[in-house]
Each structure stands twice: as C-alpha cells, then as structure tokens.
C-alpha cells in the first residue's frame, strides 16, 4: 500500500491483517517502485494525491515496468476528472477518504481470489 499519511498506512495494516492479509507498506512513490519483489502480492493499493507524484502516474509507470497487478485506488480529495482517470486506468476499485472497511476488504479478496 501507497500512502504518505503514516497513520492511514498503520490503520489499513491492522484492517488488513485482521482480515488474514499481510500488507507492505510505502510512504512515498520511490519506495513503491524500489521494491521491485511484487511476487507475492494480489493487488497495490495506491493513495490518487500524494507528495510526491501522483497515484494514477504511478500506476501507468508500474505497468510501464511490467507490474501489472490490480490496483485500488484511494483518495481524499475526489473530483470527476481524477475518478475518471483512475477508472480508464483500470483500477479494480476507486474509493473516497473515509472509506467503510468492507469497501477495501471486498476488492482485495476478489483480487487474492483471482490470484491464487
């Protein structure tokens, strides 16, 4: 997951692992794309609005590199142009800070589904 608001990272981790998922996590969009290891993850979670960059260029560079995973995207700041940007992407879902829970679980168990 691809956050910079730490307490939103740590928040979605307990979320996560309470589900039976384990989660990596990244403040920033270098960190993301130095990882390089995507083999054991079933989707990214990417924030739309970061600090450095944005979430949906990030996407096109990680597909650009050959990661193709599903992503998810998260934002707190939702506009038309941006939702609309995130959807021609091919995000698998495109959720609004603050999010229900169930919202976040339901895409990332269809992707963990479609994975194994």
Same mark, same amino acid.
């Given at each position: 997951?691809?956050?910079?608001?730490?307490?939103?990272?740590?928040?979605?981790?307990?979320?996560?692992?309470?589900?039976?998922?384990?989660?990596?996590?990244?403040?920033?969009?270098?960190?993301?794309?130095?990882?390089?290891?995507?083999?054991?993850?079933?989707?990214?979670?990417?924030?739309?609005?970061?600090?450095?960059?944005?979430?949906?260029?990030?996407?096109?560079?990680?597909?650009?590199?050959?990661?193709?995973?599903?992503?998810?995207?998260?934002?707190?700041?939702?506009? =038309?142009?941006?939702?609309?940007?995130?959807?021609?992407?091919?995000?698998?879902?495109?959720?609004?800070?603050?999010? =229900?829970?169930?919202?976040?679980?339901?895409?990332?168990?269809?992707?963990?589904?479609?994975?194994?």
């Amino acid at each position: 997951m691809l956050d910079d608001d730490p307490s939103l990272l740590k928040g979605v981790q307990r979320l996560l692992r309470a589900h039976g998922f384990e989660s990596v996590l990244f403040e920033t969009a270098e960190a993301l794309q130095q990882h390089g290891d995507f083999d054991q993850a079933c989707c990214i979670v990417l924030d739309v609005n970061l600090s450095d960059e944005s979430g949906i260029e990030v996407r096109h560079q990680l597909r650009a590199s050959g990661i193709s995973l599903p992503v998810i995207f998260i934002t707190g700041k939702d506009n =038309p142009a941006t939702r609309m940007a995130a959807m021609e992407s091919g995000c698998i879902a495109y959720l609004r800070k603050p999010f =229900p829970a169930s919202a976040l679980i339901e895409p990332i168990e269809k992707a963990s589904a479609n994975w194994s």
